[in-house]
């Protein structure tokens, strides 16, 4: 036993020493690569080792070789015999080409006398012969197995995707078109080399036998049993003995990327290691690649698709602004420039039109808060089909802003579209008087309050009539156009815009614009509008104001009885008890002042203008300065002024018999509804 195991020994010992270290062996030679340190290889021309650890001999670049090499030379040569050594490598490849259909010449297995293959060129050169220079013409002891992916007839070659051998020359002592033997149906099955996929070659060259053998498959398959290229050359006469090992690719007038991921090396008889691929750098990412063509054609598709959606958008949204925002502007309106406010702010300032405060037979009322002053305003939507007269319209919009008068409802300005106008007025937080004296919910106003709107109202219409360059008349007084400021005083609104209406309607006729039971009887007969008119109406809202009833409290049918509070009132003035004629709302009070309102209030109601006060009468007699009446005016008897009122009415009508276009009158609505939500009757 003792023996057998000594015997042993030895042999152990040469089978540590053998897998402890090649150059311990002596004749072999051997290292193996998975992805490249940098010190471990020579490269030049294009090539680089990337910091992966991939070799890329060329990238996609034209006309541009690379190699790397080992950086030391081998002995080739056995020193006894001076024949070439065996040898066996196996490396992990892949061409990624830039157009599949136009791609690099191809990436070849080298020995070399030089790791830099001085003078040798790109292109069909393959980066290891010239043509120049002799290199490759038997003389430059280069020995390559080429994966060519190109088709040079010059070097008959078989086709653009072909393994070769060759021995100093680029003319191939043998090659084939790129295949390997199937393992499973054991079939010669084409191989691409340009896919961008890995490959793995191996190569033997038995030197006793002076064979070479090339395999070629998709790396991952096992290694087919047959080789592809099989080939008898005597390296002897071409090999020097300090040879050096690598590889070489190149492009030409199209490119390719051209990796080793890994490299396995043995010279001096036995098999290189075999090379474990789950340890290789990751592989370079062969996407999927157009055409040239394609790529252009797509790219220009592309561009053009976007290039029309951005147009097209940006034309969209323009027009869409536009349209939003669109006003109507016109030469002659640059002079009111500074009373025109553009609708984009209005549409900012009112949230885009969201908070409706009122609706009336005018139009729309929304609240708004100007973005630069934070002023609260109240913006008014006002229909307007007719161009007509707008010139007028806007002329004097402008000069009312420039009426200022602190129980008038400030106008700011105005704004015009296609068939509508804006206008921005002061925003009144207690709203409109008639809501205070009609609607249940809403606490009494005392006396002292009724009697200072009474007199912040009168003072507001004076300065209309005689205040201004312009008597301006209102046409439209009554409670719901009084509004009332967070300390409850009284502002008129709404002056000028019966006028507006006025100027909207046929030219040839005129309009009778204002609220039923507030129109002067001789406003039938003339169809014009006088401060005497305005006072009339001013009667019937001092009524209102210390009655606390509407001057016609029902229109159920157009001959309802109009005699409503005038007669009413004068009935108790004739009575001797003038002060029963009140709001019993209103509770203790000043009854001496209220005495005077309600007479001043019939006095103003009289049916010939003539014997109406003039506004500053009204004034002086609410101040005190004047005596009111002491007596009933005279013929201001109901019959008379029902007379005068149906009498006008009559001839009204017969003035104008299509009288659809030429009558407007807003009536009150019955007394609990908001008088905001007027209708519009169109009398005849
Ligand atoms: C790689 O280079 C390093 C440093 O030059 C050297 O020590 C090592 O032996 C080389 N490896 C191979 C396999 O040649
Ligand atoms: C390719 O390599 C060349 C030479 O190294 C370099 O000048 C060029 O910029 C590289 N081009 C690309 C696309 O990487
Ligand atoms: C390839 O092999 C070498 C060495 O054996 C010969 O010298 C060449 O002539 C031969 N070339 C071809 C085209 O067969």
């Avoid at 023996?3 to 042999?11: G, I, K, M, S």
């Avoid at 690099?104 to 120049?132: D, I, R, Y």
């Avoid at 309009?511 to 001013?538: H, N, Q, W």
Wanted: with cysteine.
């Amino acid at each position: 036993m003792p023996a057998v195991l000594a015997a042993l020994v030895p042999v152990l010992l040469a089978l540590l020493a053998r897998g402890g270290s090649a150059a311990a062996a002596g004749a072999a030679t051997e290292f193996v690569f998975a992805g490249f340190p940098r010190e471990n290889l020579t490269a030049s021309g294009a090539a680089v080792v990337t910091s992966s650890g991939l070799l890329r001999l060329t990238n996609e670049t034209n006309e541009v070789l690379g190699h790397g090499f080992y950086p030391a030379p081998l002995r080739f040569k056995d020193a006894s015999t001076g024949a070439p050594l065996s040898f066996s490598t196996t490396f992990v490849v892949a061409i990624l080409p830039r157009y599949p259909d136009a791609h690099g010449h191809g990436l070849a297995f080298a020995l070399a006398p030089s790791a830099t293959v001085l003078g040798a060129m790109a292109g069909k050169n393959l980066g290891l012969f010239n043509t120049w220079n002799h290199l490759g013409d038997g003389r430059s002891e280069v020995v390559a197995v080429e994966l060519d992916t190109a088709m040079d007839e010059e070097f008959s070659d078989v086709n653009d995707n072909h393994v070769g051998v060759d021995v100093n020359s680029l003319k191939s002592n043998c090659s084939k078109p790129a295949g390997y033997v199937d393992a499973g149906t054991g079939k010669l099955t084409d191989l691409n080399l340009v896919s961008g996929d890995l490959l793995q070659v191996w190569i033997e060259y038995d030197g006793a036998g002076t064979r070479l053998e090339v395999t070629v498959s998709p790396a991952g398959v096992p290694r087919p049993a047959v080789p592809l290229v099989s080939c008898t050359v005597n390296l002897s006469p071409v090999v020097a003995d300090g040879t050096y090992v690598g590889f070489s690719a190149a492009n030409g007038a199209a490119s390719s990327s051209h990796y080793v991921l890994g490299w396995s090396f043995r010279l001096g008889g036995g098999r290189a290691p075999d090379l474990d691929l789950s340890k290789l750098p990751r592989a370079p990412s062969s996407r999927p690649k157009k055409t040239m063509h394609q790529q252009l054609l797509l790219a220009l598709i592309l561009f053009a698709v976007v290039a029309l959606l951005v147009v097209s958008a940006g034309i969209t949204l323009f027009v869409v602004w536009r349209r939003r925002f669109a006003e109507v502007e016109e030469d002659w309106e640059i002079e009111y420039g500074p009373h025109r406010i553009s609708y984009k702010d209005l549409h900012a300032a009112t949230r885009g039109f969201r908070d409706v405060i009122g609706v009336g037979g005018f139009g729309t009322v929304y609240h708004g808060v100007l973005p630069r002053s934070g002023a609260e305003v109240a913006v008014k939507k006002v229909a307007h089909g007719s161009r007509q007269g707008l010139r007028e319209f806007v002329s004097e919009i402008a000069s009312m802003s420039r009426l200022r008068h602190r129980n008038l409802v400030q106008l700011f300005g105005y704004c015009r579209r296609r068939g509508e106008l804006i206008l921005v007025y002061d925003y009144m937080v207690n709203g409109s008087l008639d809501k205070h004296l009609f609607d249940a919910d809403k606490p009494a106003l005392s006396w002292e309050r009724r009697a200072k709107i009474v007199r912040d109202v009168a003072a507001g219409l004076l300065y209309l009539h005689e205040g201004w360059e312009q008597v301006v008349v209102h046409r439209d007084i009554k409670a719901s156009n009084v509004l009332l400021d967070a300390d409850m005083n009284g502002k008129l609104s709404d002056f000028g815009l019966a006028r507006l209406y006025d100027h909207g309607s046929d030219s040839q006729t005129t309009r009778v614009i204002g609220t039923f039971g507030y129109l002067a009887p001789e406003m039938f007969k003339t169809g014009k509008a006088t401060p005497s008119a305005d006072v009339f109406a001013f009667g019937a809202f001092l009524l209102e104001v210390a009655c606390g009833r509407r001057p016609i409290e029902s229109l159920s049918n157009n001959n309802a009885d109009p005699a409503g509070l005038v007669d009413n009132v004068l009935e108790c003035w004739k009575g001797g008890r003038i002060r029963d004629a009140r709001d019993p709302r209103i509770g203790k009070c000043d009854e001496d002042d209220l005495e005077v309102v309600l007479k001043l209030g019939l006095l103003c109601s009289h049916p010939d203008p003539q014997c109406r006060p003039s506004m500053r009468q009204v004034v002086q007699i609410l101040e005190g300065a004047a005596p009111a009446p002491v007596t009933p005016p005279e013929d201001l008897g109901s019959s008379g002024r029902i007379f005068g009122y149906y009498e006008g009415f009559d001839e009204f009508a017969n003035m104008f018999p299509t009288t659809t276009e030429t009558a407007t009158i807003t009536t009150q609505p019955p007394s609990s509804r908001s008088s905001d939500e007027h209708q519009q009757l169109i009398s005849g």
